[in-house]
Structures are given as C-alpha cells and as structure tokens.
C-alpha cells in the first residue's frame, strides 16, 4: 500500500494543489490541507476497490478536507472575497465571512468559470478571436463582424465552434451534472492531472 500511496502522491501532487488553492485563502492553508490530503489517502487507500474511480475518490477526499477546513476555522471573521494563493492581498475585492467563503469556495460554476480563460487561449485563433469579442468583451454580432471582417453569419458560426471545441476541453478533463434547468449543479474532475486548465 505504502507504494501506491507514493505513486498517488507523485501522479496527483501539483494537480490537487492546484485544485485547493482555488478554494482556500492562504497559501499555508494549501500546503496543510495538501498534507492532510494525502494522510488521508494513505489510511483509506485500500478501501477503493475500483482502480478506474481513483482519481474520483481523491477529487471526493479533497473536497471533504476542504470542507471540514472551513468548518474548523469556526469564526466568523472576513476574508475578502476572491483571496487565494494567486491573490494574496485580495485588493478592492468584496468581503465575506469565512462561512460564506466555504459554499463560495464550492461554487462549481465559479470554479469551471476559471478553467474558460485558460482553454479559451488554447482554441485556434479563428475561434478564439470571435469568442473573445462576441462571450468576454459583449460585442454585438455586427460590430464582431465589421471588426473580424467576416459577416455576422460567419462570426456567429465561429462563435458556435468555439463553444463546441471549449465544451469538449471541459468534458474531457471534468464529467458535468446538469441540473433541472440544464445549469452546472455539480462536477468531478476526470484526471486531477489534467492540464487544460492551467494557464
């Protein structure tokens, strides 16, 4: 067991820290609840019976972590909204109490939200350029056109390519729950080690 947990850890290692440090504030909380992670992993190891849902029961362990991160802080003293490990200063952000900050951390619309930017940069630059204008920068399909130098069918067109090759990076690296209305309700990455996310 001890070297399957090794190879976990060497496989999952940069993966699931970068998965906490969406979700948690403080740089040094990252590396504690990584450790704890991997404790866990450790003791419970031998409970998964199916090697293909691996990287699911770590994706499930991690999130428990993180929750019981945020229900151990227990004090109701405000963080601002949007800290992380990226943004430690969490200047000009909105404050929230560090309860409101454990469902925010959770948010999979919030958390898939950050992978976009990233994948949107690895989509060909015909695609790419039309849903920058027309998704990020609320251009009108007309004024995308006349700036593309295509017509508005043709924008449109790319538009819709984009989405499609941008929804097919998100199923790849993450199975998606819909809820009734068709809008994210939860989700489970694939392969903690997937990099599409990266920017």
């Known amino acids: 067991m001890e070297q399957e947990t090794v190879r976990v850890r060497n496989e999952f290692h940069q993966g699931l820290r970068a ?3 969406r979700r948690v504030s403080s740089p040094a909380d990252v590396e504690d609840i990584l450790q704890d992670v991997f404790l866990r992993i450790h003791k419970n190891i031998a409970t998964v019976k199916r090697p293909g849902r691996l990287a699911a029961w770590i994706f ?6 993180i929750a ?7 004090k109701r003293k405000e963080i601002p909204l949007g800290l992380s490990a990226e943004n430690p200063t969490g200047v000009n952000e909105t404050r929230i109490s560090v309860a409101e900050a454990g469902s925010v ?18 989509l060909p630059e015909h695609y790419r350029e039309a849903v920058i204008l027309v998704e990020l920068e609320g251009m009108t399909g007309n004024a995308a056109a006349e700036r593309l130098g295509l017509s508005v069918s043709g924008v449109k067109s790319r538009v819709q390519r984009g989405r ?30 997937c990099r599409l996310c990266d920017p």
């Open 105 to 122: 951390s959770k948010s999979p619309q919030r958390e898939l939200s950050a992978c976009l930017r990233p994948m949107i940069k690895r």
């Open 60 to 65: 499930q362990v991690t999130r428990n972590v």
């Open 19 to 21: 998965f906490i440090a």
């Open 164 to 193: 499609t090759k941008l929804k097919e990076m998100l199923t790849v690296c993450c199975h998606i729950e819909l809820d009734p209305r068709r809008g994210i309700a939860d989700y489970e990455p694939r392969d903690l080690t």
């Open 68 to 74: 019981d991160h945020y229900r151990a802080i227990g």
